[in-house]
């Protein structure tokens, strides 16, 4: 069983910044991939940025130059840097591990709950 935790999100003024993070916690698996998506309101769910087990990294057109996503693969945790942030940045977040166990064939996926940003003046 995983489990994934996030933290980090809130209300902030426009131009302002958050940092969300997301940790695994249960059993152990390898991890391949690690992402964010957002959903706003009457808006289908998004990604934001991906990070790869390689270290390639993705970012959506709307967040490039503004947002950075970094990892510590020691701790399970993803994070997101968002900088800059605008009010059509307001959704919520999701963190999503892509990983795999040693003694299962294929790949798992595990979703945070979500986490609230809104941007407002």
């Known amino acids: 069983q995983v489990q994934l935790v996030e933290s980090g999100g809130g209300l902030v003024q426009p131009g302002g910044s958050l940092r969300l993070s997301c940790a695994a916690s249960?059993?152990?698996?390898?991890?391949?991939?690690m992402g964010w998506y957002r959903q706003a309101p009457g808006k289908q769910r998004e990604l934001v940025a991906t990070i790869i087990s390689g270290g390639s990294i993705n970012y959506a057109d709307s967040v490039k130059g503004r947002f950075t996503i970094s990892r510590d693969n020691a701790k399970n945790t993803v994070y997101l840097q968002m900088n800059s942030l605008k009010p059509e940045d307001t959704a919520v977040y999701y963190c999503k591990f892509v990983g795999s166990y040693y003694y299962i064939h294929g790949e798992f996926t595990y979703w945070g709950q979500g986490t609230q940003v809104t941007v407002s003046s």
């Open positions: 249960g059993s152990i698996f390898s991890i391949n991939a």
